[in-house]
């Protein structure tokens, strides 16, 4: 079977990637609406950026009306904002988060109607161009055709997906995550981690993928730890912002499984970031996919140091998962319970998680079967 691998037409990385992208950035449009969060549109890289626009005549319209989980609700500012203003581009700096608002934001001003009309359906359109600028290393979203939003009435974290939403120009500068918190350094490095073990065990793997996924646990097994208790460390910032982006590529073109199928309806429903639930699930969710991928996962542990050499296939798994599950303790990942989630009401949600996981899809890509009853247990074993 024939494959497609998809990335941004242009990716910048390296210290001073933003100073560089700036007449990449001009070539593409004379209005461009800026979406940020409010703390970043105070960082360095943002003023990098606005200047960098400024001094070429460019006018920066700035949207920070993403305070947290992209919801409709935002996106429909976001785009009042960008009709009002007569912007033809879109830039989104920051988390995951603006850069998933600045899809959204495209796809509402070219396609019309409630985000909720497109989920699980290819979307098409003559987008604006988009560029991503991550100031977190994590999400990947810079990479991918996807845009998780949360509708606000349903409280459903929506997957959309189009392959003109990848962005134009992704900008990877490993100065602008410097300043980004300890948990905040963790959730979105085992974001990463979580992306690049999925794509790589997803049924949908592919060889170019493959590459890219081992690099990119080989990276974060070895700086992910250095990123988080020492946030100054150039050298863990640089190599985990390439991680973030190979493992962005990965899912981009291989896809996730059980362990974002399983994630998302926690946060939409108890509101734990992204990169957190995803984490609260990594290793048991990995403990149950590992006989369906075994010489894969054994591929992972040797790759990640935590297996040798001389191990079979069975052993070299079982040190993987057991040392994401590590990885995650050295990262201080909390239990449910020590999140603040009430045990009866978690339980008591496991019905509709369950449902909403498999709809998603993702578990499907899992290369063992996944049935709702399986993902019942993985929840309830979270409690
Ligand atoms: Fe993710």
Do not use: W
């Not at 998809?6 to 001009?26: Q, S």
């Not at 987008?127 to 996807?146: D, Q, R, Y």
């Not at 962005?248 to 946060?267: A, L």
């Not at 989630?341 to 998603?360: G, L, T, V």
């Amino acid at each position: 079977m024939s494959r497609e691998f998809i990335i941004p037409k242009k990716i910048i990385t390296g210290e001073g990637a933003i100073e560089n992208a700036i007449p990449y950035i001009t070539s593409m449009g004379k209005k461009p609406l800026i979406v940020t969060g409010r703390i970043v549109a105070k960082s360095d890289a943002f003023k990098a950026l606005a200047e960098g626009l400024e001094s070429n005549g460019i006018p920066c319209t700035v949207f920070t009306g993403i305070t947290g989980e992209p919801t409709d609700i935002m996106i429909n500012e976001g785009l009042s904002a960008y009709r009002e203003n007569g912007c033809d581009c879109l830039i989104g700096i920051g988390g995951g988060s603006p850069l998933d608002a600045v899809k959204a934001i495209a796809v509402s001003a070219v396609c019309g109607g409630r985000l909720s009309d497109y989920m699980g359906r290819e979307i098409t359109g003559d987008f604006p161009p988009m560029v991503a600028i991550p100031t977190t290393a994590g999400t990947g979203s810079e990479a991918t055709k996807f845009t998780v939003i949360t509708d606000a009435a349903t409280d459903v974290k929506m997957l959309l997906k189009g392959e003109g939403l990848v962005p134009d120009i992704a900008v990877i500068d490993p100065e602008a995550t410097l300043t980004m918190p300890k948990t905040i350094t963790a959730s979105t490095g085992l974001d990463a981690l979580t992306h690049a073990v999925e794509a790589y065990t997803s049924k949908l793997a592919q060889p170019l993928t493959d590459t890219l996924a081992l690099s990119a646990v080989k990276r974060i097994f070895k700086y992910l730890p250095a990123a988080f208790e020492n946030g100054d460390n150039k050298k863990a910032r640089a190599e985990m912002s390439v991680a973030a982006l190979e493992a962005g590529i990965c899912i981009n073109n291989s896809s996730v499984t059980i362990v974002h199928g399983m994630s998302r309806p926690i946060g939409a429903l108890f509101h734990v970031p992204h990169g957190m639930s995803n984490a609260m699930l990594l290793e048991k969710c990995m403990d149950f996919a590992k006989d369906g991928a075994l010489k894969k996962f054994a591929e992972l542990g040797r790759a990640a140091e935590v297996a040798d050499a001389h191990m079979d296939d069975q052993a070299a798994a079982e040190k993987f998962v057991g040392a994401l599950g590590r990885l995650c303790r050295i990262c201080n990942v909390p239990t449910v319970s020590e999140y603040g989630i009430d045990k009866q009401k978690f339980i008591d949600a496991i019905p509709k998680m369950a449902h909403d996981s498999i709809a998603s899809g993702s578990p499907g890509n899992t290369q063992k079967a996944v049935t709702e009853d399986d993902i019942k247990e993985i929840y309830k074993s979270l409690v």
